[in-house]
């Protein structure tokens, strides 16, 4: 049966595009559908405009030590709006390099929305393209509770470029981008108040972690509302009046912004006219070959697993390329997968957590230290840095490794390499540390 493709891709995000790109560098005839800018959510809307917003924040404590070294920079300003227009024409350069990327590796992009038809066809402007396989890579978009007033908040992306930076805003949720954007507006001098249904932030974090990053949002100015529901958002004027369920108010506030997680982006993309399974939260639910259920469909990234983030999308695709039309065979392995919230300070997580790897590996070593970074001894700032490592008992594996402060992302990509690897305790005492660094607290922790 003739295709008019091998391989459609719906989405050109992360995973998408590198799926495309690889599939088409095995010769493949490939297309993707786009109803958006080339570049998915972390490009455009996501990881890499909201990194370069915590850069800016990242200043604010940079000045503010800057004199303990000797400079003197009494005057320094912040222009929200200069800010927002780098970080707009920074991303317009890398959806350049985007679409360049597939054009020269000879994808076909089509920058319309495509609604699946049947198992190998689509329709994206009223004609229809036929595919071989047609991999689903719609990735993720923000949720929004059913909350009275819930059309007046905004989501991360509109957070991305604010007009103006308000005097007062709020933050529903207590999840890595609840805390990441509460940290960037914090530290741009917004008062924030940060609202959680639950009693404490972070949940999924280890239990020390969460208590850490808590008191250090909360000494960095943060207000966090614990225990508490908003069940409306009332206009007031100009500005937005909030009922809690607990007996707080917050009134006045300029920005609503809701970071209650993200759903599976799988709208009018026409998965009631094929055969596909869906899991309780409405992902596509797929097996280890990616496949959702019909022997042509399959799916990467955000749209159908739960480790939402780009590398888990992009390797995803990547290896499933290799195994379709390389001599591939390798499958992602989604156990001890490290990741970053960048808030301030940073929380850099790798394998489990305390309270996890007490029902998976039983009795447990647990390796805490708590101090101030060098970069901070002569300044006023009194940030600490925790590091946590959890190690099974009866094997010496490092099952777990925790940081939270300064650089802590930085620091734990090369650990998990180790960890990943199965290093044991033992073998990383055996490490030499680099001094004067704080990483090198990790391989001396006893
Ligand atoms: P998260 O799942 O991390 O957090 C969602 C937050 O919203 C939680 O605090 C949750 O509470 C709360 N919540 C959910 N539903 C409701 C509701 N109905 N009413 C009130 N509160 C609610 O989602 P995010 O949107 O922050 O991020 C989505 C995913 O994107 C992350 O899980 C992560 O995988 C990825 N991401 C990764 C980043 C990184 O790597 N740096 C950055 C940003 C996102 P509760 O805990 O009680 O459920």
């Known amino acids: 049966m003739g295709f008019d493709f091998d391989l459609i891709v719906i989405g050109a995000g992360s995973g998408g595009v590198r799926s495309a790109r690889i599939a088409a560098g095995y010769g493949k005839k490939v297309a993707i559908f786009e109803g958006s800018d ?49 970080k707009d024409a920074e991303i317009n350069r890398l959806n350049k390099i985007y679409l360049s990327l597939l054009s020269n590796s000879g994808v076909e ?14 329709v994206a402007a009223n004609k229809n393209y036929s595919a071989k396989r047609i991999l689903i890579a719609t990735g993720s978009t923000p949720f929004f509770p059913e909350i009275d007033g819930i059309e007046h908040a905004v989501s991360s992306n509109e957070a991305l470029s604010l007009n103006s930076l308000p005097e007062e805003m709020t933050i529903m949720g207590a999840g890595y981008i609840a805390v990441e954007f509460a940290c960037i507006f914090n530290a741009l001098g917004v008062k924030v108040n940060l609202v959680y249904r639950g009693d404490k932030i972070l949940r999924g974090f280890d239990n020390d972690v969460r208590n850490f990053a ?3 949002y909360i000494k960095n100015g943060i207000n966090v509302i614990l225990n508490s529901n908003i069940i409306e958002i009332k206009p007031n004027h100009e500005k937005f009046d909030l009922v809690l369920d607990s007996d707080i108010s917050l009134k006045n506030q300029e920005v609503v912004l809701c970071a209650t997680g993200r759903i599976a982006n799988t709208y009018n993309l026409g998965l009631e006219n094929i055969q596909v399974k869906l899991k309780y939260n409405g992902q596509v639910d797929v097996d280890a070959e990616q496949n959702c259920g019909p022997r042509s469909i399959f799916a990467v990234g955000d749209v159908c697993n739960n480790d939402n983030l780009t590398p888990v999308a992009i390797k995803e695709g990547h290896l499933l390329m290799d195994r379709w039309y390389g001599n591939g065979n390798s499958y992602i392995e989604y156990d001890y997968l490290p990741s970053t919230v960048f808030s301030q300070p940073e929380i850099a997580s790798c394998g489990y957590t305390e309270e996890q790897a007490e029902e998976h590996f039983g009795a447990l070593q647990i390796f805490t230290s708590k101090f101030r970074a060098m970069k901070y001894a002569m300044t006023d700032i009194q940030d600490q840095t925790f590091m946590k490592l959890i190690v099974q008992k009866e ?6 490794c925790h940081i939270v402060g300064a650089d802590a992302g930085e620091m734990i990509q090369g650990f998990a390499v180790a960890i990943k690897q199965g290093i044991t305790k033992s073998k990383l005492n055996q490490c030499i540390g680099i001094h004067p660094t704080s990483a090198e607290e990790l391989v001396t922790m006893n």
């Open 395 to 400: 094997t010496d594996l490092v099952v777990g």
């Open 38 to 86: 080339v570049g998915g959510t972390c490009v455009i809307r996501g990881c890499v405009p909201k990194k370069l917003l915590v850069y800016a924040a990242g200043f604010v404590k940079t000045f503010k030590s800057a004199q303990a070294f000797g400079w003197d920079i009494d005057d320094a300003s912040f222009n929200w709006q200069n800010l927002i227009a780098n």
């Open 214 to 216: 808590e008191e250090s």
């Open 109 to 122: 992009l089509i920058q319309h929305h495509a609604t699946i038809v049947d198992n190998h066809t689509v």
